[in-house]
């Protein structure tokens, strides 16, 4: 098997930071109302898809009241394309119920994890866009591939590659998780476009090392 180099990821990871600093994630959203919501809907479903829904969504239910007034079934007509829509339009009316005005959305992990449909990928999502102290590191499903190819995680589970980045890399560089999930929309994809990848110095899977030595996986 092919040794990997010691990598030092605060460093090496510099490069990937700086090409999308601050860049707006692919879901759009004027407020944290309305992030919340399409990070809900997303879930298994493509950003492009609830871009396309979500503005019809925000003109019937503008905020958190509004949807706290509604019942699931009222949401169907406008999220029926979504998969999961039945079980989602529960989920956002009771966390409109729960929370019941937007300022009371909450901004840590604690209690964004606390509501119905939202785990820690989606906790990280909305706190970046709230700009809200970082907790953790986005783990989708491009980071799912990118960060073991990459080299910093062996592992397939998004609990354990969250936990392998935020030990290598210091907390004021865990965006570095919104970082890989451009960089897999963008360069390192299920049929990587390696000789354009500003990683690929130090990327285990270009260089054959470690569990990529026996033959390249996508």
């Given at each position: 098997m092919a040794k990997a180099?010691?990598?030092?990821?605060?460093?090496?990871?510099?490069?990937l930071l700086k090409k999308y600093k601050?860049?707006?994630?692919?879901?759009?959203?004027?407020?944290?109302?309305?992030m919340?919501?399409?990070v809900v809907l997303s879930a298994q479903s493509t950003d492009d898809l609830i871009n396309q829904i979500s503005p019809k969504l925000f003109e019937?239910?503008?905020d958190i009241p509004a949807l706290a007034k509604?019942?699931?079934e009222m949401l169907w007509p406008y999220i029926i394309k979504v998969r999961g829509s039945k079980k989602k339009a529960e989920w956002l009316v009771r966390i409109a119920k729960e929370i019941k005005i937007d300022k009371n959305i909450p901004?840590?992990?604690?209690g964004l994890v606390a509501l119905p449909g939202i785990g820690r990928k989606s906790a990280n999502v909305i706190m970046r866009y709230a700009k809200a102290p970082v907790e953790g590191v986005i783990v989708d499903i491009h980071v799912l591939r990118v960060a073991p190819r990459l080299g910093i995680s062996e592992s397939e589970k998004a609990e354990k590659i969250e936990e392998d980045i935020m030990e290598v890399l210091?907390?004021?560089e865990w965006d570095a998780g919104m970082a890989m999930s451009f960089h897999g929309r963008e360069i390192c994809r299920p049929k990587p476009l390696c000789p354009e990848c500003i990683m690929k110095s130090v990327c285990a899977y270009y260089n054959g090392w470690g569990m990529w030595s026996k033959g390249k996986k996508s």
């Open positions: 180099p010691k990598i030092e990821w605060k460093e090496a990871i510099k490069p601050d860049k707006k994630h692919p879901l759009d959203a004027r407020n944290v109302y309305e919340l919501v399409v019937a239910f503008p509604a019942e699931p901004l840590s992990m604690e210091p907390e004021n």
